[in-house]
């Protein structure tokens, strides 16, 4: 399960918000086989690797959902490949979010269990005149070809039409 934004400080990954019992959740996880993966600002991750993956591992996280590469530039790929060799000593997966498609790592790093590299539905929020049904259809076909993607099926909150809004956070 990837418990997504919130669960840790805005500005310190190594702090867990007050909110979130992480390791009630963790334990609750455990007792139901289900292993827990937490979502990660590529450069709140980046900043702290070695601490945060040394932290949350030693408490039974699975991995990270690392989001906003945004880019392909030298250094994101520079960037992603240290994130997913990190993770692999600390034996935990990586779900690249808000990244490029799939270009050849997770062949060098299995861990590495997708590359979003699709305009997820979430998009919505911001660009309600996309096709969507169109483009839901075709996506499997086009953007699968080059490995798994990481598709998000929607905003947290679905406004209909002519209220169709972005609502952070989600009522």
């Not at 918000?17 to 334990?27: E, I, N, Q, T, Y």
């Not at 060799?85 to 790093?109: E, I, Q, S, W």
């Amino acid at each position: 399960m990837i418990l997504d934004e919130g669960w840790s400080d805005e500005t310190d990954i190594l702090k867990v918000s007050p909110a979130v019992d992480l390791g009630a959740l963790l334990a609750y996880g455990k007792q139901k086989n289900v292993g827990i993966i937490l979502w990660a600002n590529w450069r709140a991750i980046s900043e702290k690797m070695e601490g945060a993956y040394a932290q949350y591992a030693a408490m039974g996280v699975k991995g990270f959902k690392i989001d906003f590469l945004d880019r392909d530039d030298q250094k994101m790929i520079v960037s992603s490949c240290a994130l997913a060799k990190k993770a692999a000593d600390y034996h935990l997966l990586v779900d690249f979010h808000g990244m490029h498609k799939p270009d050849g790592p997770m062949r060098t790093y299995p861990n590495v269990v997708n590359y979003e590299g699709v305009k997820g539905l979430e998009n919505s929020k911001w660009t309600p005149q996309d096709d969507v049904p169109r483009y839901d259809a075709t996506l499997p076909f086009v953007r699968m070809v080059a490995g798994p993607m990481d598709y998000t099926p929607g905003p947290c909150a679905t406004p209909l039409r002519p209220s169709f809004t972005p609502a952070t956070p989600c009522p």
